[in-house]
């Protein structure tokens, strides 16, 4: 029998134990797991088994137990204690370099799994968003007035590699061209992706979950909203806004309304107007693409296609957060640009390598630049955020590092970034469909009337427009810039190729004119402790939705 390591013979009963017998019992089981923790205790404690095999009796009386207990007692030399004290702390390292590494690997795991599932509920917020889209996208655009269908948007960031190269050369470069790794011999950083895109549409609320938002101060419900996807720096936004049309309780100070308000809106005739689903047909209705409240008619009409990124700057912030727009100084009835003039101070330049860059100027190894370490420094701008009332509220999720929306290309059969084929033909060869190219409103650089940079180009971008623009009367600038009354819709076969009024005759057509049959959104994120990078894709079929 066993009991704590030492051996009984449970087979003797009374008598005189035989000397094998009494070794016995105090012989180690070194077969049991803890024996290497016991070794410099056994060490220290020396028994002398001869004088203890020489002790004529052992029935179990106190004097023959006290006689043993002297007999097995010793002094220890210096050497035996410094052996000893050596093999405790080489044990207790070890165990405490083991103890070490499993709660790194524990961190890790945990904060792996958290990552995980962030990037699994924003995953699922999106897969969500893009079932309730009201537009109906197995129609090509552009929309029918009257429908009341909302809008559908995807913006290709024009950074992406093909576009024209001299709007990169004014600071407009995407993200994973830029990356920059500062703690690793300044080398451009592989991690980095699509970080550019812009995802805008309506959308109604699942049955029994409306969406919920300040108006006039007030929580209010709404069945239907306008939502914005976008990155800045490494952070995802979904900016909601209700769709409220005729509230009462409206806010008509243009100024700090977002403090206040979580409502699409426009300013139209000096007032605050909520919009409607039909409203937000129209591009420059719609959250960030408003024009400026002071411009005349001409100013107007010369901005359209309303494209949002008019500098370099309001490239790199994507589109307005709730932290900027909830501040008292901020209206809504001018252009995001012109509100960032305002709430920082600057004079007319707004570029990129202008008023909001910090020191953050240094060149890359080939000599391009400034870079932006998307890990540590995604945000390298002076005096900003601007910071109001509210803050943090439309962020989804932190650490990202790549946000890349692609479209299904039916030529190719597969899904592919807009504009991509700038000659017709993907990388591999593969022919190109619509998709492949940049569209009705390729990059151009329209200096006719501002000094400051401004473009008639809407590359790249997905809309379902609205017929609307090619009312017959219309002022819009053409192809080439100049204003011209529009013609597509006035019954006639202009182009002469039987038919009446399409597409190719407009002056206003949409980008691409083709159903959108689906969408893959790639989302990537980084954990800072760890250093893992989770990446999640998301495939959503329009066909039958």
């Known amino acids: 029998m066993r009991v704590n390591g030492v051996q009984f013979d449970s087979g003797v009963v009374g008598g005189e134990l035989p000397v094998e017998s009494r070794l016995e019992k105090l012989q180690l089981s070194f077969d049991t797991p803890l024996w290497p923790l016991a070794a410099p205790l056994f060490f220290l404690i020396r028994v002398d088994f001869f004088q203890f095999v020489s002790l004529n009796t052992c029935r179990g009386s106190i004097s023959h137990f006290f006689i043993f207990l002297f007999a097995m007692t010793r002094g220890y030399t210096l050497l035996e204690i410094l052996v000893a004290v050596t093999l405790m702390m080489l044990i207790m390292l070890g165990l405490t370099q083991l103890f070490s590494s499993v709660g790194t690997q524990i961190n890790n795991t945990q904060a792996t799994l958290q990552l995980a599932g962030e990037l699994r509920s924003a995953k699922t917020r999106l897969e969500s968003d893009l079932k309730l889209v009201t537009a109906d996208l197995t129609k090509a655009p552009p929309m029918k007035t009257g429908v009341n269908q909302g809008y559908f948007c995807i913006i290709e960031g024009m950074g992406a590699a093909h576009t024209n190269d001299w709007l990169r050369n004014q600071g407009f470069v995407a993200g994973k061209d830029i990356a920059f790794t500062s703690d690793s011999n300044e080398s451009y950083d592989n991690t980095v992706g699509d970080m550019d895109d812009i995802l805008m549409f309506t959308a109604h609320a699942p049955e029994g979950q409306p969406f919920r938002g300040l108006v006039g101060g007030q929580v209010r419900e709404s069945n239907m909203a306008e939502i914005i996807w976008f990155c800045r720096g490494n952070t995802l936004y979904r900016r909601t806004l209700l769709i409220v049309p005729g509230s009462e309780s ?116 080939d000599g391009t630049g400034p870079f932006i370490d998307f890990w540590e420094d995604p945000l390298p701008w002076a005096g900003f955020p601007v910071t109001g009332e509210r803050y943090a509220e439309d962020a989804i999720l932190n650490n990202v590092i790549s946000f890349d929306i692609q479209v299904w290309d039916d030529d190719a059969k597969r899904y592919v970034n807009l504009g991509e084929a700038r000659d017709g033909f993907y990388d591999d060869g593969m022919s190109a469909g619509p998709f492949g190219g940049q569209g009705n409103y390729p990059l151009r650089k329209q200096n006719a009337y501002t000094d400051e940079l401004s473009w008639i180009a809407l590359p790249c971008v997905y809309d379902t427009w609205s017929e609307e623009y090619e009312r017959e009367g219309y002022m819009w600038p053409d192809q080439d810039g100049v204003l011209t009354e529009t013609q597509g819709r006035n019954q006639r076969d202009d182009n002469r190729n039987g038919v009446i009024d399409d597409i190719d005759e407009w002056t206003t057509p949409p980008p691409y004119s083709v159903p959108l049959r689906g969408v893959k959104i790639s989302i990537r994120a980084f954990d800072p402790l760890s250093k893992n990078i989770r990446e999640m894709t998301i495939i959503h079929n329009f066909v039958g939705k």
């Open 250 to 365: 409206l806010d008509t100070d243009p100024n700090g309304f977002y403090q206040r308000n979580d409502v699409s809106v426009r300013f139209e005739n000096g007032r605050v107007i909520a919009n409607s689903l039909e409203d937000l047909a129209l591009r420059q209705n719609r959250f960030g693409h408003a024009v400026s409240a002071g411009a005349t008619l001409q100013k107007f009409r010369e901005a359209f296609p309303f494209n949002i990124h008019k500098n370099s700057a309001v490239y790199y912030l994507r589109m307005p957060t709730i932290q900027e727009t909830s501040l008292s100084t901020w209206d809504v009835s001018e252009s995001f640009d012109e509100n960032l003039r305002t709430c920082l101070g600057l004079g007319p330049s707004l570029g990129y390598t202008g008023g909001i860059t910090t020191g953050n100027s240094e060149t890359l190894p």
